[in-house]
């Protein structure tokens, strides 16, 4: 499923047009994004949790000439399921 289809799903859901999904959509993605940002956290109790994990710098080799590179420190968002998502995934 990608935005499109998401977007098209939530307006037949919601009983809304295309355009208000869009909206509604781009508001939670930007949302969520500005909080990790600033090193928040997202809870929807039931579906999950967005939070940023520190990922440390190490070494990793080129696969094409196997040569060892440092790979710097970074941030990455990282989500975690929430008990009713879990269960309906079995």
Not at 14 to 39: C, Y
């Amino acid at each position: 499923m990608n935005k499109a289809d998401i977007i098209d799903a939530m307006a037949a859901d919601a009983g809304i047009s295309k355009a208000q999904a869009k909206k509604a959509l781009d508001s939670f993605t930007g949302n969520v994004a500005n909080t990790l940002a600033s090193d928040g956290r997202v809870s929807l109790v039931g579906f999950g949790s967005f939070s940023v994990s520190k990922r440390s710098a190490r070494e990793g080799r080129n696969p094409q000439t196997g040569a060892t590179i440092q790979i710097p420190a970074k941030n990455v968002a990282r989500f975690k399921p929430g008990a009713e998502l879990n269960e309906k995934l079995k």
